[in-house]
């Protein structure tokens, strides 16, 4: 059995656009908002292929990655994960547009609820984000936050102008503290 640690650097190899351990385990999801996968012999299958996918994906092999999430989704269509993977597969061969499509099936797959959730709607606010589509960032950024993303919480404050004015203003402020330009402060 591996260690937390040992998934979340597993995690941040195959999903590098991931901050390390984020929306990694279910147990870190309040119960309200946890996955609502059935455990079945197709979903222990699919969960097989994955973590081959994963393998493949970590030697570089992405054809074979692709490949074990193609058969993982072919066995269990309704699982939410094996969409999230094929998407981050996809992603790393620059097929964008596959890989959102992808993300989407994830979230109505989801539900809007739990780890594959919140790993879609981050990885697809990450998506928007280096397309330029900051207005559908937030929006995907907001939902992740709200099953529980720090990291999806912290891109929401990085993203708003007026975060923004003030941090650039609190920094200008102590930089003529520390040169000793300000006085009677």
């Given amino acids: 059995m591996s260690s937390a640690n040992d998934r979340a650097i597993l995690n941040s190899i195959f999903n590098p656009l991931l901050p390390v351990g984020e929306c990694v385990y279910e147990e870190n999801i309040p119960e309200d908002l946890r996955d609502k996968e059935e455990a079945t012999p197709e ?15 970590e030697t570089g092999d992405v054809a074979a990655a692709l490949a074990s999430f193609n058969k993982a989704i072919e066995v269990a269509p309704n699982r939410a994960s094996s ?7 996809l992603r790393l061969m620059g097929k964008l547009e596959e890989a959102m499509a992808d993300l989407d099936t994830a979230v109505r797959l989801s539900r809007g609820l739990g780890r594959a959730a919140c790993q879609a709607f981050t990885q697809r606010a990450m998506v928007h984000r280096l397309q330029g589509h900051d207005d559908l960032a937030r929006v995907d950024f907001q939902e992740a936050a709200n099953l529980g993303s720090e990291f999806a919480k912290a891109q929401l404050v990085q993203m708003n102008p ?8 609190l920094h200008d402020v102590f930089s003529k503290l520390q040169r000793g330009e300000c006085g009677g402060v």
Avoid: F, H, I, P
């Fill in 43 to 57: 979903t222990e299958e699919a969960k097989q292929l994955e973590l081959q996918g994963v393998k493949s994906a």
């Fill in 83 to 89: 969409y999230n993977n094929r998407a981050q597969t």
């Fill in 162 to 169: 007026y975060a923004a004015l003030c941090n650039k203003m």
